[in-house]
């Protein structure tokens, strides 16, 4: 791999054999990587040396994983992947709900470590290239990122900033499912979290303004207990069921 595109992973665990195994695994993969061993030292690694992702263990000496994973997203989108022994679904969804972008759980194996860290990089690619575009086309809907402009059948929508962002948001990463609180974070900024009432009462006007029957929503799909998605193919939601919509 060339050097220049070589991209830099932060891993942040106090055991040393468990950082050396995944730093091997990363390296051999072609990634740079960078360790810090407490999460004081990991804030400080992520604010100078920008990697382009972080492995996050959160349990860790002196500043524990969430409030490293908090102090991160207060000014910043770098992926984040959160480690750790935690492994009911309850925890899972709360690493996911501080704004996490995967979370592997222990003991873990070092090539599933490789792969997700792949994967999520290539997610958050192709999201930032996504937002960077001219124009997103999804059926009638054309999102203009750059000139945040939204039309539906050539049609002008009118939207407020944070609707339009909420939109780009979930249109950038079309099918996959976002969180409330990891879109409050990503539209509203980390002090907002707890209040993710703010993103459904804006889901809702958003249907309203883009949904041709905001109660059988096609595009902005509600996935239960999770969060929202933004489903490209424009499809009716087959059944009322929640259960199939996990
Ligand atoms: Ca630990």
């Given at each position: 791999m060339e050097p220049k595109n070589q991209?830099?992973?932060?891993?942040?665990?106090?055991?040393?054999?468990?950082?050396?195994?995944?730093?091997?695994?990363?390296?051999?993969?072609?990634?740079?990587?960078?360790?810090?061993s407490d999460g004081a030292q990991a804030?400080?690694?992520?604010?100078?040396?920008?990697?382009?992702?972080?492995?996050?263990?959160?349990?860790?000496?002196?500043?524990?994983?969430?409030?490293?994973?908090?102090?991160?997203?207060?000014?910043?989108?770098t992926p984040v992947i959160i480690l750790s022994a935690l492994n009911s679904e309850e925890d899972?969804?709360?690493g996911l709900d501080l704004g996490a972008?995967?979370?592997?759980?222990?003991?873990?194996?070092?090539?599933?470590?490789?792969?997700?860290?792949?994967?999520v990089l290539r997610r958050f690619q192709t999201q930032q290239s996504n937002m960077r575009q001219d124009k997103l086309e999804f059926g009638p809907i054309t999102i203009y990122p750059k000139v945040r402009r939204i039309e539906k059948n050539g049609d002008v929508?009118?939207?407020?900033?944070?609707?339009?962002?909420?939109?780009?948001?979930?249109?950038?990463?079309?099918?996959?499912?976002?969180?409330?609180?990891?879109?409050?974070?990503?539209?509203w900024g980390f002090e907002y979290l707890g209040d993710s009432r703010t993103v459904d009462v804006h889901i809702g006007t958003l249907r309203k303004k883009i949904e041709e029957n905001p109660a059988k929503p096609r595009y902005i799909k509600t996935i239960w207990r999770v969060g929202y998605k933004f489903d490209s193919s424009g499809l009716e939601e087959e059944s009322d069921d929640p259960q199939l919509d996990q």
């Open positions: 991209q830099t992973i932060l891993i942040v665990e106090d055991e040393a054999t468990l950082s050396n195994l995944s730093q091997t695994y990363l390296n051999a993969a072609g990634f740079r990587t960078l360790i810090a804030i400080e690694m992520h604010t100078n040396q920008h990697p382009d992702l972080i492995i996050l263990d959160i349990f860790l000496p002196k500043v524990d994983g969430r409030e490293v994973l908090k102090a991160i997203r207060a000014w910043s989108d899972r969804i709360k972008d995967d979370y592997i759980t222990k003991p873990f194996s070092p090539r599933e470590v490789v792969s997700r860290v792949k994967s929508i009118d939207l407020t900033a944070k609707e339009f962002m909420l939109l780009l948001t979930l249109a950038s990463m079309p099918n996959e499912v976002l969180t409330r609180e990891s879109l409050l974070s990503r539209v």
